[in-house]
């Protein structure tokens, strides 16, 4: 098992989290295991390929520039040329 110390924390932090463990019934250290824990373990669903191209879509305002794709192969194109 690894040790993990931090420090600087807010006393506002600190109650809170001296709060939520007791309602738990853990000691403090066992309720930011927890917390760290459920943080690290939480695996989001994958996206589709639609949802990415929506998002694409969206940094452009739904106007992506023509041609990328080739503008982007061409210059791979003239790298390997020079390599």
Same mark, same amino acid.
């Given at each position: 098992?690894?040790?993990l110390?931090?420090?600087?924390?807010?006393?506002?932090?600190?109650?809170?989290?001296?709060?939520? &463990?007791?309602?738990?019934?853990?000691?403090m250290?066992?309720?930011?295991?927890?917390?760290?824990?459920?943080?690290?373990?939480?695996?989001?669903a994958?996206?589709? $390929? %639609? #949802?990415?191209?929506a998002?694409?879509?969206?940094?452009? $305002? $739904?106007?992506?520039?023509? $041609? &990328?794709?080739?503008?982007?192969? %061409?210059?791979?194109r003239?790298? %390997? %040329?020079? #390599?």
């Amino acid at each position: 098992m690894s040790v993990l110390t931090v420090r600087n924390i807010p006393d506002d932090v600190h109650r809170g989290l001296r709060v939520r &463990a007791a309602k738990a019934h853990r000691s403090m250290e066992a309720e930011a295991r927890a917390i760290l824990a459920d943080a690290c373990t939480q695996i989001e669903a994958p996206i589709t $390929g %639609a #949802e990415l191209q929506a998002w694409c879509r969206s940094l452009y $305002g $739904g106007h992506p520039p023509a $041609g &990328a794709v080739d503008d982007l192969i %061409a210059e791979r194109r003239r790298e %390997a %040329a020079r #390599e």
